[in-house]
């Protein structure tokens, strides 16, 4: 499964892409909002940071906007992914985008029915969100499985990428269901690596090579 981290704060990007456990970067008007950055700078400066796929969502919400605002976006860097929302001019505008060989995530996905409309215009990706899912009291990884029944169904290559990740449930039942790629606030993934047990058995073992008084170096 691939791990991209939602967020527009470049020292976070900087730190993950440095473990060597990153594989692109997500953003929406929020997180843009919130970083306080330039949307173009910003979104430059991630994109020399990772070589894979940095989503950047355009603004407009008819055709025509979108397809001149993703003329803009794509011209930023090679590795862009232009993000659009899932609407009918959103569809109309990934259909486009993606005959011409143009990377798409059509985000803001909530039913499997909006999943399989999104794989039909050739998205490179779909972004169901099971974060609000949960939010709205129904099972965000419902929709999940859905939609992996469905794009096995029919061989869609448009990958499943879970968004709206809040937990590292989250993350374990996405990997569970067969999600191709998951995005999620840089303090999701950090905790992702903690265990308890691991803590314990480091210091454990710590404890008990100093009463070696050996060192290795
Ligand atoms: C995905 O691309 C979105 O930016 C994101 O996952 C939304 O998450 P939220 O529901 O926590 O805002």
Redesign the pocket.
């Known amino acids: 499964m691939q791990f991209f981290v939602?967020t527009a704060e470049i020292d976070d990007i900087r730190e993950l892409a440095s473990t060597g456990l990153l594989d692109g970067v997500?953003?929406?008007p929020?997180?843009i909002a919130k970083s306080g950055r330039d949307f173009m700078e910003v979104t430059k400066e991630i994109c020399g940071i990772v070589d894979g796929p940095v989503?950047a969502e355009v603004v407009a919400l008819d055709h025509e906007t979108m397809m001149k605002e993703a003329e803009v976006l794509r011209k930023i860097a090679d590795n862009v992914c232009i993000?659009v929302p899932l609407t009918m001019d959103g569809l109309k505008t990934c259909n486009a985008l993606s005959r011409d060989g143009t990377m798409v995530?059509v985000?803001l996905c909530f039913s499997a029915n909006q999943a399989l409309l999104a794989a039909k215009a050739g998205a490179t990706f779909v972004?169901p969100?099971v974060?609000?899912h949960d939010d709205n009291g129904t099972d965000g990884m419902d929709l999940i499985r859905d939609i992996r029944l469905i794009y096995d169904n029919y061989a869609f290559e448009t990958e499943i990428?879970v968004?709206?990740?809040?937990h590292v449930v989250h993350v374990l039942e996405a990997a569970r269901i067969g999600a191709d790629v998951m995005?999620?606030?840089p303090k999701v993934i950090h905790a992702l690596v903690k265990h308890v047990l691991t803590d314990k058995g480091i210091d454990g073992f710590m404890a008990d090579w100093a009463k070696t008084g050996q060192s290795i170096l």
């Open positions: 939602d997500t953003t929406n929020s997180l989503s993000k995530n985000t972004s969100f974060g609000r990428l968004a709206s990740v809040r995005t999620a606030p």
